[in-house]
């Protein structure tokens, strides 16, 4: 499976921004499909994630309300809306996947859950 990310760039904060990923290749009929943040000189974090099995999403707290993913179950898509950003947003946001869904929520925050990873994609967001 290839992830192909899109969007990103830099936004005043308050503004929005749009990610986009696509995974390619082989495709599993249960693919989750989610994103990863990283910030200069911090650890990789949990973003949000779509399920595709009943589209379920779950977000870090640090983003819900704020944060919107969706997926489009037949085009292995998964699109991240992001508004409300604040200069913390700013970092390289990764598109990452996995064929199956996990047996506990709590697992999603996990990055070595995750088969599959594309290449980052940058989010500046000024004061």
């Known amino acids: 499976v290839q992830l192909q990310a899109s969007g990103g760039g830099l936004v005043q904060a308050g503004g929005s921004l749009s990610l986009s990923c696509a995974a390619s290749?082989?495709?599993?009929?249960?693919?989750?499909m989610g994103w990863f943040r990283q910030a200069t000189g911090k650890e990789r974090e949990f973003v949000a994630v779509?399920?595709?099995?009943?589209?379920?999403?779950i977000y870090a707290d640090s983003v819900k309300g704020r944060f919107t993913i969706s997926g489009d179950r037949a085009k292995n898509t998964v699109s991240l809306e992001m508004n409300s950003l604040k200069p913390e947003d700013t970092a390289v946001y990764y598109c990452?996947?996995?064929?199956?869904?996990?047996?506990?929520?709590?697992?999603?925050?996990?990055?070595?859950?995750?088969?599959?990873w594309g290449q980052g994609t940058l989010v500046t967001v000024s004061s």
């Open positions: 990452t996947a996995r064929a199956r869904p996990l047996a506990g929520s709590w697992y999603y925050y996990d990055s070595s859950m995750y088969t599959w």
């Open positions: 290749g082989e495709t599993f009929n249960e693919i989750v």
């Open positions: 779509f399920i595709r099995r009943g589209g379920r999403t």
